[in-house]
């Protein structure tokens, strides 16, 4: 009888030992994975065929060009180096509204920038956290600057009135920062499929437009255009091209700004002026990255400005995290040179410096050999 009430007990302690594990376990994969989020089901795979303008078939999209090359070849890539310290950025501790007919601009880091046109503040591609969930510690290199926005300011400030998003890869879509500063944002612009994920995080399916190439919405008088990119997504390898990607072309009566997201050079910025026109600003993918087809040489970017014809090119997707084995400021100093053979007008804001468009010529700084 003994016997047989230590085995019971024996049994039941396994029992809830294996169960407290499974909880455990379950709860660790939530946390690990949660960044991942959502990705189209069949319903949303069916709906995305009726209405996307970008190849799309068997639940993936793809790019209008074919595009084979996976090398590095062209980025001329020699030395490495990171900054001694972290590299500094301007804090903004508050988001003033523009004045009527004026536009302001704030390179954040990489590729995130805020843009202040129309009456409304709007992030692109925001990364407001220098860590995150351990699955976002081990995709994204460490940061190597500091934030601008600080996540502990942004209840303080004005609201987040658009929050852009070009694809959704880590460096740009960020669960930190999303989750973070979702009460502030009114309205969400993103590529087709990518509001399943903003929607597996609990995003307000009513503050989100998905858009297909070429597709644009209205927004308090700023109108939002989904451009074309020569890329890829996926934030898993089995994930890979099951949303779309492209840049963001915003404009209001006033200004326009053009951020090409990551892109390689191929027409779309010709197709970009013929359809939309020349953009005062031009956000450009500069970072030197792998594959080569998916993103710009130095000699491309500049060619890509030219043939958008835009007034300005500032040089993004550098600046906060080192994926290749290049010297940190070498995409800054590389566009810069190949700029002035080219006679295409470029402007280096610090990083989180906000200025306003009228004083884009005075942004030209060689601030980057100050921390060399």
Known sequence: MKKSKVLKTIIVAVLVLFMLLAVAGFAFFKYFTAPVGKYPDK????????????????????????????????????????????????????????????????????????????????????????????????????????????????????????????????????????????????????????????????INSQKIHALTWWESVEIRKVKYTLTPAQHYSGRFANKKNQTLWGGIYMSDDNHSLYFTGDSGYCDTFAQVYDKLGAPDVMLGDAGQDTPEWSHMSPEELTKAAQDVHASYLIPVHWGAYLYTKYNWYKPAEDIVSQAEKDGVAIATPRLGHLFNYDDIASQNEHWWEEYK
């Not at 001694?84 to 501790?93: L, R, T, Y």
């Not at 988001?95 to 007919?101: D, I, Q, R, T």
């Not at 046109?117 to 956290?129: A, R, W």
Request: glycine share 6%; net charge negative; charged share 25%.
């Open 43 to 202: 319903i949303q795979r069916a709906e995305i065929v009726k209405h996307t303008s970008a190849p799309y078939q068997n639940g993936k999209f793809d790019n209008e060009n074919e595009v084979t090359s996976s090398d590095s070849g062209s980025l001329n890539i020699s030395g490495y180096s990171k900054p001694e310290n972290e590299i500094p950025a301007e804090k903004i501790d508050d988001l003033k509204p523009v004045s009527e007919g004026e536009m302001n601009i704030s390179w954040l880091g990489h590729s995130s920038a805020l843009v202040q046109i129309g009456k409304d503040n709007v992030l692109i591609d925001p990364i407001l956290t220098k860590s995150g969930k351990p699955l976002q510690m081990y995709t994204l290199p460490a940061r190597i600057s500091d934030v601008a926005l600080d996540l502990s300011d942004i209840d303080k400030m004005s609201a987040i009135d658009v929050l852009c998003i070009s694809h959704d890869h880590f460096d740009h879509l960020d669960y930190g920062t999303i989750k973070a500063i979702d009460s502030r944002v009114s309205d969400y612009v993103v590529p087709l499929g990518v509001d399943s994920i903003l929607e597996g995080w609990g």
